[in-house]
């Protein structure tokens, strides 16, 4: 008889447990990010392939830029998971405190809401390569010997030119006095190499083009560099409201080895295989089940970037237009605050685009919302700078004779003024059309499509037939953008009112 009420307890407490599960908060998607290189997309397209099995609607927002972009989108829940590396974290995200072991790393990562997982099996540690032939020619197998050698050309990825385990911390660590350095892309860094144009650059340690142009690694003999273990950072809701699709990525803890990554990366830079193809392929392989694989072809693609492409213009411009025209026209007939209009828009012209969508991600997260702020902002001082010129340049009897018939201001404005002014604001809109299509393609790096996205791949893959699936159709669509106007300009201009008449 005393069993009876511990197991009704036992059954109280199992309802319970079910019940509280079954309140927790579903999540209806989840977003996985990679950064912009082929292993970090690889392991994104693995992630995906992973949760996608546990039946959870899953997306990869592929090549969006660098570390901080990355932890940035994490933290806004733009992403909830992406393939990280220890050395990463500990020396450029949470660079500022002094983290010796993982225990610390993960308690400063929950200051944040966000955790690691173990490491998935490799290192893929910093280094510095030159070629052989140019390495053996000068004597030069480790770092401590580049000091000898003040007049090398060295040339690295414009993120290790300002990370804090980059070039600025190498260079005071091994005391380099080398001056000719540039940033570059890394995958333009190998075509540099090649191509003598320098004569070192940074490395990831599974890289496949070290085999593929038979680089020398110098060996990194005073241990500046770090253990750069890859990991996963997510956000911590995920255990709540995810615990099977977590449970299942959580596979790839200690199953990825370096010489396997290493192979998978030379899949697909030099095969040429989809990076989706080569992860489904190791998850067959590893794990034993088929992965659901659906890669798009060129035309859907096609139809896709300039779906997006044609998003982001039309919506930039369009507002840019709202916005302009009465800016203009202010500063046309208010010379003091025409000055103050004319300056802010003209700073803005200034701001480098790149910068200025890095600027807009802890506003508005990634996507196509922050590209098309960024977008309107640019192009705001051709159509205001053309609002104004047009005005100002009327001929003042035109004016005149319309204040002589008695037409009130706004009368003037919209009958006599904006109609004379209309050529000269066409053009200035033209003008931030064709500008709005080119800077466009720098909205992929932060996950915003459009034609930037096979740019970006291409230059990733070094494909340059992937680089003009992006550039030829964005010039082409200037080229038409600019003939629509043309012809708007010819049947929208009146043909008894005219500026040059």
């Given amino acids: 008889m005393s069993a009876m009420p511990v197991c009704n307890n036992a059954a109280l407490t199992v309802l319970l447990a079910c019940a509280v599960f079954a309140s927790m908060p579903a999540r209806a998607e989840i977003r996985v990010g990679s950064k912009q290189f082929t292993e970090s997309v690889i392991l994104g397209e693995g992630a995906t392939r992973l949760i996608g099995h546990a039946s959870v609607r899953v997306t990869h927002r592929a090549e969006l830029g660098g570390t901080r972009t990355l932890w940035g989108a994490l933290l806004a829940g733009d992403i909830d998971i992406y393939p990280e590396y220890t050395g990463t974290i500990v020396q450029e995200i949470l660079g500022h405190r002094a983290l010796t072991d993982t225990r610390a790393i993960r308690a400063a990562l929950a200051e944040y809401?966000?955790?690691?997982?173990?490491?998935?099996?490799?290192?893929?540690?910093y280094a510095v390569g030159m070629r052989r032939v140019r390495a053996e020619q000068l004597n030069i197998r480790k770092l401590s010997d580049l000091v000898s050698h003040p007049k090398l050309r060295l040339g690295f990825s414009s993120e290790f030119m300002d990370r804090a385990d980059g070039w600025p911390g190498l260079a005071r660590y091994y005391g380099l006095p080398h001056t000719d350095v540039r940033g570059l892309d890394h995958d333009l860094a190998y075509r540099g190499l090649e191509a003598g144009e320098i004569d070192a650059t940074d490395l990831y340690a599974t890289d496949a083009e070290i085999r593929y142009y038979d680089l020398v690694v110098l060996e990194d003999d005073r241990h500046y560099f770090p253990a750069y273990d890859a990991v996963w950072l997510y956000r911590a809701t995920l255990a709540t409201e995810a615990p099977r699709s977590l449970s299942a990525l959580m596979r790839l803890e200690g199953h990825v080895s370096q010489g396997e990554m290493t192979a998978m990366n030379a899949r697909v830079k030099l095969d040429g295989v989809p990076a989706a193809r080569v992860a489904a392929d190791f998850l067959k392989r590893e794990f034993g089940f088929e992965a659901r694989l659906e890669l798009p072809s060129a035309t859907d693609d096609f139809f896709r970037y300039t779906r997006e492409h044609l998003l982001l213009v039309l919506s930039s411009l369009s507002a840019a237009v709202i916005v302009a025209i009465p800016l203009g026209i202010v500063a046309a007939r208010k010379p003091r605050a025409g000055q103050?209009?004319?300056?802010?828009?003209?700073?803005?012209?200034?701001?480098?685009?790149?910068?200025?969508?890095?600027?807009?991600?802890?506003?508005?997260?990634?996507?196509?919302?922050?590209?098309?702020?960024?977008?309107?902002?640019?192009?705001?001082?051709?159509?205001?700078?053309?609002?104004y010129t047009g005005l100002r340049g009327i001929p003042p009897q035109l004016t005149e004779s319309a204040v002589a018939l008695g037409l009130p201001a706004l009368s003037r404005l919209r009958l006599v003024e904006l109609p004379l002014a209309l050529p000269t604001i066409l053009a200035g809109i033209k003008t931030s059309a064709v500008i709005n299509i080119g800077t466009a393609t720098l909205g992929a790096l932060i996950?915003?499509?459009?034609?930037?996205?096979?740019?970006?791949?291409?230059?990733?893959?070094?494909?340059?037939?992937?680089?003009?699936?992006?550039a030829v159709p964005a010039a082409m669509l200037a080229l038409l953008v600019q003939g629509?106007?043309?012809?708007?300009?010819?049947?929208?201009?009146?043909?008894?009112?005219s500026a040059r008449r």
Wanted: net charge neutral; hydrophobic share 50%.
């Fill in 113 to 125: 809401d966000v955790r690691m997982s173990a490491p998935l099996g490799f290192n893929n540690t």
């Fill in 340 to 387: 103050v209009i004319l300056s802010i828009t003209g700073i803005i012209q200034t701001i480098p685009a790149l910068a200025l969508l890095v600027f807009m991600i802890p506003l508005l997260g990634i996507g196509g919302a922050p590209a098309i702020v960024a977008l309107f902002l640019y192009s705001l001082l051709p159509i205001v700078r053309n609002t």
């Fill in 447 to 470: 996950g915003a499509g459009g034609y930037g996205q096979p740019i970006l791949t291409g230059i990733r893959l070094d494909d340059t037939g992937l680089i003009l699936q992006g």
């Fill in 484 to 497: 629509v106007f043309e012809l708007g300009e010819r049947w929208l201009a009146p043909k008894g009112l």
